[in-house]
């Protein structure tokens, strides 16, 4: 280039429908000499990444040495290669922008491979960056070898090995399109170290180019317009919204919509919040710890709209019993989940935020010339499910606090526009359960991988990439002790997190599940956490030995104290070991591969309904 003559400006990564737009990089892109380390770096910083969570290693470590300069790339030292991927998923999932993860060779990358699976199954943009051994070495058993693009291609939306420097700014690139565009999704990039410390000419690429790869947002016309006339015209409709419609950041078109049809609305596990809870339409949570209405109603439909859901076993229940009635429409970006367990009568694939701006005004037109259907039916008897099998439960019998009642103290105290991250089992579904979620992106929780031990670093990746909001972190004695040492991560960078331990002495779920179906024959469930003399470990204790504020209630009269104590405090992690009743279940439950018709409100309980049309 000759001297005087202007760069040209650089390119932003396209930025998919529903992601936040990534700002392109300030400095210039005229291609110079750096290492293949250097080259890693000023990948990651045109495409507008703001926060690495990672951890150096042998491998990995000549990007390091250049990630110290940067003054564009925050980097948060993790205690654990598992927490650093849990991190960025919370941050993804709070952010909408693509979480990036770091990791060095060997068991660095391995254990990334369950927030890398985790990222998978729940469509979360993930891009891991992880060391590879120099390229001679690759297949030669060398120290800390190991096959991370083998292992990984099972659960990633697609990998890259890099042996060549001069590919890396192409290949990150890349990989930012691939796991922000079409269905969310992790992508790893395996870098051999010999490319990083190899020189190259650092040139940011000026398109994309991946044959093959073109994901459908536009829905096809004539499916919207079938839809839209079977909507107009069933009796008994309901709206089953998934994860989907929160990755499509579909909220504002989904209520248009729902109020629109004037149809019953339940949003799964992954979709709690995208159509607030105070809506009247709204049922709350289908599938096995789905409250009666939504699990009920599903049951008896004649027509089921599917928006960004994937008909999982968990809503299901056994497959060949569901929604024997209904008809199925199924909108979603990724074609291979239509048909896949439901078979669908109007399949569309596309965006669901494109989709629904195209079903709204298709809606309407039907309503304009056969007028809206009459729903009263409808609405009587799913109103009369709601008053008769409300959400509640039962006061303790040991005298010990009903956790059911701590998570919605948690949730009033604190308001909607805070963010939830829940660990995995009991707490989970009472969290889901008895947070009144209003606002989309305010609930993060491992639903399709169902991780224990997702809930502390995502709430940490949540409170950076949303440090105005409140975040809490509620977890169980199982899952807190599997990664809470990151909560030396959040004291040592300032995030202040805030955990709440429901803490049972137990395997909860585990413990719920022997009680029924083992005769109460306790194996193995008992963690000694938090009832008798002995606290092993005392969280507390723990908390304050972390550099955290470490609370406790063990009364009614004590949770809203220590709850508003918690969220007086602004500048350091809080930690509240609540100790609670262990005989304490979740309910309703769908016993796994049963049927939805044996949905048991209660323990002994079965909802009577009619079951004929």
Request: hydrophobic share 40%; with cysteine; charged share 20%.
């Amino acid at each position: 280039m000759d001297q005087g003559t202007t760069p040209p400006a650089p390119r932003a990564i396209p930025t998919p429908r529903g992601a936040t737009p990534q700002p392109p990089a300030t400095h210039s892109v005229v291609p110079v000499e750096v290492t293949g380390a250097e080259s890693i770096v000023r990948s990651l910083e045109e495409v507008g990444v703001e926060v690495v969570f990672g951890i150096p290693g042998g491998a990995i470590l000549p990007t390091y040495d250049p990630l110290m300069d940067s003054t564009r790339l925050r980097h948060i030292l993790v205690r654990h290669e598992q927490g650093g991927g849990h991190a960025a998923e919370g941050y993804a999932s709070a952010t909408g922008k693509v979480g990036v993860c770091m990791a060095t060779s060997g068991p660095g990358a391995t254990n990334l491979v369950t927030p890398i699976a985790d990222a998978n199954m729940d469509s979360v943009p993930l891009v891991a960056i992880t060391g590879q051994v120099a390229a001679a070495s690759i297949g030669t058993d060398a120290f800390q070898e190991a096959d991370i693009l083998g292992i990984t291609m099972p659960i990633t939306k697609h990998n890259y090995l890099v042996t060549d420097p001069d590919e890396i700014p192409r290949v990150i690139a890349e990989a930012f399109h691939i796991a922000a565009s079409g269905r969310p999704g992790p992508v790893l990039v395996d870098i051999a170290k010999s490319a990083m410390q190899t020189r190259t000419t650092f040139s940011w690429p000026h398109e994309i180019s991946l044959p093959g790869y073109h994901p459908v947002t536009k829905p096809h016309s004539k499916q919207i317009r079938e839809a839209a006339r079977l909507l107009a015209t069933a009796r008994r409709p309901v709206l089953y919204v998934g994860g989907g419609a929160v990755r499509a950041r579909a909220a504002a078109e989904l209520r248009r919509l729902a109020d629109l049809s004037g149809a019953p609305v339940v949003t799964t596990l992954m979709a709690r919040g995208v159509l607030p809870d105070s809506h009247p339409q709204h049922l709350g949570m289908p599938g096995m710890h789905g409250s009666v209405p939504a699990v009920l109603s599903l049951q008896k439909a004649d027509l089921i709209v599917a928006l960004g859901a994937r008909f999982d076993d968990r809503v299901t229940g056994k497959l060949s019993t569901f929604a024997p009635h209904a008809t199925i429409v199924h909108a979603d970006i990724d074609p291979a989940e239509i048909g896949k367990n439901r078979v669908a009568d109007v399949p569309i694939v596309g965006d669901l935020r494109d989709v629904i701006t195209d079903l709204v005004p298709a809606l309407e037109k039907e309503h304009a010339q056969h007028g809206k259907p009459d729903l009263e039916a409808w609405w009587h008897q799913v109103d009369d499910w709601r008053l008769t099998y409300p959400l509640g439960y039962t006061e303790t019998e040991d005298g010990l606090l009903a956790p059911q009642h701590v998570i919605q103290r948690i949730g009033e105290l604190t308001g909607p526009e805070a963010i939830y991250a829940a660990g995995v089992g009991q707490h989970q579904m009472w969290a889901a359960q008895f947070i009144r979620f209003e606002r989309s992106n305010a609930w993060l929780n491992s639903g399709g991988l169902g991780t224990m031990g997702y809930s502390v670093p995502a709430a940490m990746g949540a409170k950076v990439g949303e440090p105005d909001r409140v975040v809490w972190s509620i977890d169980g004695d199982g899952c807190f002790q599997m990664t809470n040492q990151e909560l030396a991560t959040c004291a040592i960078n300032d995030i202040p997190i805030k955990v709440a331990v429901v803490n049972n002495s137990s395997l909860g779920m585990v413990r719920q599940w022997q009680t029924l179906f083992y005769e109460s024959r306790y194996s193995n469930t008992d963690l000694h956490t938090g009832h008798g003399t002995k606290r092993i470990p005392d969280f507390v204790k723990m908390a304050d030995a972390y550099g955290c504020v470490g609370l406790r209630a063990e009364s009614p009269a004590e949770v809203d104290d220590v709850i508003k104590k918690a969220l007086e405090i602004d500048d350091q992690p809080v930690v509240i070991d609540f100790t609670v009743s262990r005989d304490a279940m979740v309910w309703p439950m769908v016993a796994a591969g049963v049927s939805n018709d044996e949905v048991q409100y209660a323990r002994g309980i079965s909802p009577t309904w009619d079951r004929e049309d």
